[in-house]
C-alpha cells in the first residue's frame, strides 16, 4: 500500500508569518492536530501541533494574536512521499517519534499529510491481513515506539523523506 492511497490530500497548512490565533483557528475549523508551515514556494519548513500551540500560550505570557506560528513550529520535520510504502512512513514515524508526516514531492512542496489515524483505518487484523497488508501488530509497534518515554534533548525533528 502506498501513503498516496491512504493520506489526507489538500490539508491545511500556514506560514511563520501566520499568528496563533489564526493556526487555531485553521485546526478548529479543519479538524486536525497538526499544520505544515509552507514558505512561499509551498515547501514545508516546519510543523505546528495543537500541543505546540497551548504549550507556548500556557508558558510565554503573551497573547496569541501576539506571537507566530514561526516562534513556536518545529523547523525539523520527518516527512514522507506519495509514492513511499506505508511501512516505510511507519518506520519514519517510529524513528522521529511522530503520529503525522507532511507528505512532500522531490522539492519539497506539501502534497499531504498521513496521520495514525489515517493507517490505523486502512490497517486489518491477522485473520483479514494479506501477505502485502498493513497489519494491528504493526500499526501497534510503531505507537509503541511513538509513545516511549524520550530523553528530554529528544525533542527535534528533522525534514527526512524516506
Known amino acids: ?51 505546540d500551540i497551548c504549550i507556548a500560550v500556557g ?14 513550529a518545529s523547523g525539523n520535520v520527518f516527512a514522507c ?7 516505510t512512513a511507519l518506520a519514519t514515524m517510529a524513528q522521529g517519534r511522530v503520529r503525522r ?4 514531492d522531490a522539492d519539497g512542496k506539501l502534497e499531504g499529510l498521513l496521520s495514525m489515524d489515517d493507517i490505523i483505518q486502512h490497517s486489518a487484523s491477522g485473520k483479514e491481513a494479506r501477505p502485502d497488508s498493513l497489519t494491528y501488530h ?4 510503531t ?9 528530554a534533548e529528544v525533542r527535534g525533528r528533522k525534514i527526512a523523506a524516506a
Open 1 to 51: 500500500m502506498k501513503v498516496r492511497d491512504i493520506m489526507t490530500k489538500a490539508p491545511a497548512s500556514c506560514g511563520m508569518e501566520t499568528n496563533l490565533c489564526a493556526a487555531t483557528e485553521l485546526l478548529w475549523n479543519r479538524d486536525c492536530g497538526i499544520l505544515a508551515v509552507v514558505n512561499n514556494e509551498q515547501r514545508v519548513v516546519g510543523v505546528v501541533t495543537d500541543r
Open 59 to 72: 508558558t510565554r505570557n503573551r497573547l496569541p494574536s501576539e506571537m507566530t506560528v514561526g516562534e513556536v
Open 81 to 87: 512521499r506519495t509514492d513511499d510504502d506505508v511501512h
Open 101 to 104: 508526516l507532511p507528505v512532500i
Open 138 to 141: 504493526e500499526v501497534v509497534a
Open 143 to 151: 505507537l509503541k515506539s511513538i509513545f516511549q518515554a524520550a530523553p
